[in-house]
């Protein structure tokens, strides 16, 4: 079993996928969208094209051929509260190693929210 099916949430979009947070995921979203991992802590507030470019790259390591525009076509407007939330699970869970069935944080970050504060 690989990391990404570990650490990795199901979502179904053209097929079912698997969305990885990994360390180096997360080093591609601060440097493209040039915030740090806090800032996503209200993914609905996201410009559309920044939301776009996270999901492409939590999906990415399982498909090389994907694209910005090919993740794009995946979603429509009304599943973006069901994509910010699976964003939000996989980062969440990326945050976490497993010893045991025993969950243990890596680093305390605050929770993720879906809605704008």
């Known amino acids: 079993m690989n990391l990404a099916e570990i650490y990795g949430v199901k979502i179904k979009t053209d097929k079912v996928r698997t969305m990885w947070a990994n360390w180096d995921a997360m080093a591609q979203i601060e440097k493209e969208l040039n915030i740090s991992l806090f800032d996503l802590r209200n993914l609905m507030t996201l410009p559309m094209t920044d939301l776009r470019t996270v999901a492409f790259i939590l999906l ?22 069901k994509l910010a939330q ?21 680093v305390q970050q605050p929770a993720l929210s879906l809605v704008a504060t």
């Open 86 to 106: 699976t964003i939000a699970q996989a980062v969440g869970k990326a945050s976490t190693i497993g010893d045991d069935d025993e969950e243990t944080p890596l």
């Open 60 to 81: 990415k390591h399982e498909d090389r051929s994907l694209t910005k525009q090919k993740v794009g076509k995946m979603f429509s407007v009304a599943e973006l509260p």
